[in-house]
T-cell receptor, first 112, second 116 residues
Framework: AQKVTQAQTEISVVEKEDVTLDCVYETRDTTYYLFWYKQPPSGELVFLIRRNSFDEQNEISGRYSWNFQKSTSSFNFTITASQVVDSAVYFCALSGAQKLVFGQGTRLTINP | GAVVSQHPSWVICKSGTSVKIECRSLDFQATTMFWYRQFPKQSLMLMATSNEGSKATYEQGVEKDKFLINHASLTLSTLTVTSAHPEDSSFYIC????????????FGSGTRLTVV
């Protein structure tokens, strides 16, 4: 069975602070994909990144960076110099051969 | 990029009536479509997976007769909530995949259903 755990239910920081969202996953598959999505109050899901299980290179995209560690089954997401517009719910997700499973989500609030 | 159109974006219906939600892939053929349900402040829970021309595969605990899914073409899947009740009020969101599981998932913008 696949499972994604986002232990941080809510995070609140002041603008310009760095913030890391944790994601731990469980799967018996040797090949899988990991995702991060952003869900603003409007509800639509905004795709942020997809990473396959064979690619453990960290990735940086502007203020966003991702740290994939297979040894600890973690795929953490860091926002550097956070901005109010980053306020949203962030979901980590895992895809095996059959379906995409989401974590519980982390509600991130960036205060001015 | 791939686009999925979901319609309507919101709907209010009376208890006991049925509501149909459409999910269309606009610029690709979706061999597989997924329907999710999201209650307020909760995660997205997969309801069912449908392949074009086949019966949908429902997740455990999802009532097949209540949530009818049709995937009659490679660009359209519909979810019909039959005999809706207030507890069916939720945010429903579809996702489409162009090919095998190595392809990414494209999500619709969601439908907020309120049953009164």
């Amino acid at each position: 069975a696949q499972k994604v755990t986002q232990a941080q239910t809510e995070i609140s920081v002041v603008e310009k602070e760095d913030v890391t969202l944790d994601c731990v996953y469980e799967t018996r598959d040797t090949t899988y994909y990991l995702f991060w999505y952003k869900q603003p109050p409007s509800g639509e899901l905004v795709f942020l990144i997809r990473r396959n299980s064979f690619d453990e290179q960290n990735e940086i995209s502007g203020r966003y960076s991702w740290n994939f560690q297979k040894s600890t089954s973690s795929f953490n997401f860091t926002i550097t110099a956070s901005q109010v517009v980053d306020s949203a719910v962030y979901f980590c997700a895992l895809s095996g051969a059959q379906k995409l499973v989401f974590g519980q989500g982390t509600r991130l609030t960036i205060n001015p | 990029g791939a686009v999925v159109s979901q319609h309507p974006s919101w709907v209010i219906c009376k208890s006991g009536t049925s509501v149909k939600i459409e999910c269309r892939s606009l610029d690709f053929q979706a061999t597989t479509m997924f329907w999710y349900r999201q209650f307020p402040k909760q995660s997205l829970m997969l309801m069912a997976t449908s392949n074009e021309g086949s019966k949908a595969t429902y997740e455990q605990g999802v009532e097949k007769d209540k949530f009818l899914i049709n995937h009659a073409s490679l660009t359209l899947s519909t979810l019909t909530v039959t005999s809706a009740h207030p507890e069916d009020s939720s945010f429903y969101i579809c996702s489409a995949r162009e090919g095998g599981w190595s392809y990414g998932y494209t999500f619709g913008s969601g439908t907020r259903l309120t049953v009164v």
